[in-house]
């Protein structure tokens, strides 16, 4: 049994080091959103300009989480997993010790690197502690997109407030360090390898296809249906047409469409992607509810620090309800503990869309939102794990993150759309209220298409 020989500190510290190192990674997907409205000021450039250090860390997640795993299961899941932290420092360094808007951009993507540690972790986990272990490890690092994700919403305003922008830099760059010391002393390598030549070709066409396509799903609202949009989607979708054929044939291939895309897993992936699209809205819509001044009416009108502290309960239930998550897991499996997680997203939207504009109603919802979130969350890697063989645990968690990452793409770009299609009449960088309303249920229906989703999903005792 992996881990067996493992003592239970050994093993609890571990758990510990990769849970953190997800936290790390997801805290960087967020991190700038609060304070994007101060960037044109701090470093003279334009409002549209200033998205892009969110854009391109999304980015760069999208497409090198999948690359990372796959070389993770050829090269070593332990060194992918120093050297996405690595690259993590490497980028908060840069980023805090400039005010050049091209640096600082380039910084940002190297730290995109870092979501890549949710799916070698996850991995490294399978290989290194006990089964029982190993679901609570899991749910843990599952839950922490959730928490980081929050956690940057949270402290990036106060961070900046009191010490000025490169402070946020600076916290990515010391906590990976620290991360990187705890992998090297106390975190060995798995010994569980997929041979293979790394397929380059079929990297670039994901690289190309994939980019395109979330450029213009990121900057459509600005853009508009211009030749240059339509343009970059076709040759987008050309770059991922050629890249389908061409990762069947290959030996190696970056991501292993016959494992990742058959049945369960592509409905798994499918599911993950609609429960993700539930969570970002949470935390794009949450702050819009908080900021919004009352005239939109709806608008709680709060400051920016304390318009964060709104998503903490939300954010705390991926943590506080991991272990719960992992008993659920393993008393009823993960399919049902998804469907339970995804059925209470859906109820929570609809609880909020029908309460809102009162800061107790506003606490109540997200943070309901939170609590199935820390299920669903939970239960995704699981389904993976069941559904393929230990060679391809981080290859295929890689993928679901992937879903993950361009859910939170979609989910971005549609809020960018909607605030050009139905703004605030006070003030165009807010909601109406019809708007708002147009979001709490669409991420109601995502959520309760994840649920049926998952009550679709297999049994645990005919998966494959």
Do not use: K
Request: hydrophobic share 55%.
């Amino acid at each position: 049994m992996p881990g067996a020989e493992r003592s239970d500190a050994r093993q609890r510290l571990i758990v510990a080091v990769l849970a953190f190192c997800g936290l790390v990674g997801s805290v960087q997907f967020t991190l700038m959103v609060p304070v994007l409205p101060q960037i044109p000021l701090l470093l003279g450039t334009t409002a549209g300009d200033a998205t892009w250090l969110v854009t391109v860390t999304l980015l760069v997640a999208t497409i090198g989480t999948p690359v990372m795993a796959r070389l993770a299961d050829m090269h070593g899941r332990r060194r992918l997993l120093i050297i996405a932290m690595v690259l993590l420092v490497v980028g908060s360094v840069l980023a805090a010790v400039t005010d050049s808007f091209t640096l600082i951009l380039i910084g940002r993507g190297l730290q995109g690197f870092a979501s890549s540690a949710l799916p070698i972790g996850i991995g490294l986990l399978s290989g290194l502690v006990d089964t029982a272990r190993t679901r609570l490890g899991v749910a843990l690092m599952s839950g922490t997109l959730a928490l980081g994700s929050g956690f940057g919403l949270t402290v990036a305003g106060p961070l900046v407030t009191l010490w000025g922008l490169p402070s946020i830099f600076w916290i990515s760059a010391v906590t990976g360090g620290a991360l990187i010391v705890l992998l090297v002393l106390f975190v060995d390598e798995a010994a569980v390898r997929d041979p293979g030549r790394f397929d380059i070709v079929g990297t670039l066409l994901l690289a190309v296809g994939l980019s395109l396509i979330l450029l213009v799903l990121s900057r459509i609202a600005s853009w508009g249906l211009t030749l240059l949009s339509v343009g970059a989607v076709l040759t987008g979708i050309l770059a991922l047409g050629l890249w389908w054929p061409w990762e069947r044939r290959h030996p190696s291939p970056v991501i292993d469409v016959s494992v990742s895309l058959r049945s369960p897993v592509a409905q798994i992936n499918i599911a993950s992607f609609f429960a993700t699209l539930g969570m970002y809205a949470n935390h794009l819509v949450t702050m819009q509810e908080a900021l919004a001044p009352h005239s939109t009416g709806y608008g709680l009108d709060l400051p920016l620090a304390a318009a964060g502290l709104i998503l903490v309960p939300s954010s705390l239930a991926g943590l506080v309800l991991s272990p719960p998550a992992a008993r659920l897991i393993s008393r009823h499996g993960p399919r049902r503990t998804l469907m339970l997680g995804t059925a209470i997203m859906a109820a929570a939207y609809a609880y909020r869309s029908l309460q809102h504009a009162d800061l107790t109603q506003l606490l109540i919802g997200t943070t309901l939102v939170g609590i199935g979130t820390a299920f669903a969350f939970a239960a995704m890697p699981s389904l993976i794990i069941d559904a393929v063989g230990p060679r391809h645990v981080s290859a295929a968690n890689g993928v679901n993150s992937l879903a993950r990452s361009l859910s939170g793409a979609v989910a971005s770009a549609a809020f960018a759309l909607a605030l050009v299609l139905l703004p605030a009449a006070s003030d165009a960088i807010y909601l109406s209220e019809t708007g708002l309303l147009a979001c709490l249920i669409t991420a109601g229906v995502s959520a309760a298409v994840a649920a049926l989703l998952a009550l679709r999903l297999p049994s645990p005792e005919r998966m494959p």
